[in-house]
């Protein structure tokens, strides 16, 4: 039943993009109204669930990708909003519909519930603190896109074809590696403490540390990336198009982990 809630923010993102077809100035507000309207449908289908199961296990996996889709809309809506960036809802209103997508088509697949109590809580933190550390890293990984080409377009002094719209703050490169720099510096805290909970539920579940498992190393690599990239903007103020393009990397790293986790080795990750 749930499942077929997801497609009402769903189809208001894809028609979202239909009012561009008009060119017309008001057709960007009216973009973004709609933006914000499928985000409230999020909401509410969100709210809805939490209020009839609560916070509890077994975690499906379709929950957890549509509760990925609205963290990911909150923190580019907070953003959009305190940096006059509204424009950046246009790059990433896709990546939160292939997130509805996937939630509506996955698998009905859950996490196995042999934990303690205790176990769960950590569990249900350890997930809330990767998806808000994801969502800030995705986030990064937009503007890194949107600096890169703005430069490129910049640069060659040519009329690049992109989809674009009006901002208070225009496309200011100085900003965008702004952004760029406090998703990196508030999402590595997120990221580093749910690792660790993630390596005490996995040692909790096998009970054992000995056993290396594909998730681990991918999560531990992507980590160290973003760790010498904060260490690199902070220690040696690295900024600009190098600073971009470490935030891509390490953001298509964070997409194969869970490519991995979900799909290729889910007993690794507790899935059944």
């Not at 509760?67 to 950046?88: D, H, P, R, S, T």
């Amino acid at each position: 039943m749930f499942k077929e809630l997801y497609l009402i923010p769903l189809v208001i993102y894809i028609f979202s993009y239909i009012v561009f077809a008009f060119k017309d100035k008001k057709s960007h507000k009216f973009f973004v109204y709609l933006v914000y309207a499928g985000f409230i449908c999020q909401t509410i289908i969100f709210l809805t669930f939490l209020g009839i199961k609560g916070f509890a296990v077994p975690v499906h996996i379709d929950r957890f990708v549509f509760f990925n889709a609205w963290i990911l809309m909150l923190v580019v809506i907070i953003f959009g909003f305190f940096y006059k960036v509204e424009y950046i809802l246009l790059y990433i209103t896709p990546l939160v519909a292939v997130n509805l997508i996937i939630a509506f088509f996955v698998p009905h697949v859950h996490v196995r519930p042999v934990m303690e109590n205790t176990d769960r809580i950590i569990l249900l933190t350890h997930i809330l603190l990767i998806l808000i550390g994801d969502s800030l890293f995705a986030l990064a990984f937009i503007v890194s896109l949107i600096y890169i080409f703005q430069e490129r377009k910049i640069k060659s002094k040519k009329n690049l074809k992109i989809l674009d719209m009006p901002s208070r703050s225009g496309y200011n490169l100085e900003l965008l590696d702004n952004i760029n720099y406090i998703c990196l510096k508030v999402g590595f805290p997120f990221i580093t403490i749910g690792i660790v909970m993630g390596i005490y539920l996995s040692s909790s579940l096998f009970k054992t540390f000995l056993i290396v498992k594909p998730i681990e190393i991918i999560s531990l690599i992507t980590w160290f990336i973003y760790a010498v990239l904060l260490h690199e903007r902070m220690a040696k103020g690295l900024r600009g198009k190098r600073a971009a393009v470490f935030g891509i990397i390490g953001f298509i790293l964070i997409l194969a982990s869970l490519g991995f986790s979900f799909y290729f080795f889910p007993a690794f990750h507790g899935f059944e």
